[in-house]
């Protein structure tokens, strides 16, 4: 039976699934060879010096904010303000490569699979091994029982 708080958190989880669903379209958006920061500054035809100046910093940190940009190196701060003056909206956030609730499903096969492993050494130690048709079905119910009592251990290497 799965309770209230985990009905709860599946809705959560269902919910963000959703609002992360609109940002998939971004994860096959590739940056520009020379960043984002140089892209659209060259794209508005403003120089080193201009964007220095709105920023409020010397010409040479202009080269180094954007060598930043694509080591990584740019904090979420400075990207956020370079935005704001190049008349942008800097944009953060994590893009799921399947979904939420999927992301827990695999975690939940990887644990039950290595419980598994476990009990079967154990069963085939006494002659009490599975078909695999059982296997199957033990391992589904165990996935579920994982995914629907949430244990803290789920994500323990």
């Not at 694509?70 to 956030?93: H, P, Q, S």
Request: aromatic share 4%; hydrophobic share 40%; with cysteine.
């Amino acid at each position: 039976m799965i309770s209230m708080k985990m009905k709860q958190k599946k809705w959560v989880q269902e919910q963000l699934d959703e609002t992360l669903k609109q940002f998939s379209t971004l994860a096959a958006v590739n940056r520009p060879l020379k960043g984002w920061i140089r892209a659209i500054r060259d794209a508005l035809g403003m120089n080193n010096r201009q964007l220095a100046q709105r920023l409020g910093v010397s010409n040479s940190r202009i080269p180094r904010i954007e060598k930043d940009e694509i080591t990584g190196g740019l904090t979420l701060k400075t990207m956020n303000r370079v935005a704001d003056e190049l008349d942008c909206i800097f944009v953060y956030g994590f893009v799921p490569r399947t979904s939420l609730q999927e992301t827990i499903r695999n975690q939940a096969v990887s644990v039950a699979k290595k419980r598994m492993k476990k009990l079967m050494h154990t069963m085939e130690l006494e002659d009490q091994g599975l078909s695999s048709n059982e296997n199957k079905k033990v391992l589904d119910s165990l996935v579920e029982e994982i995914i629907n009592s949430s244990p803290a251990t789920l994500w323990e290497i």
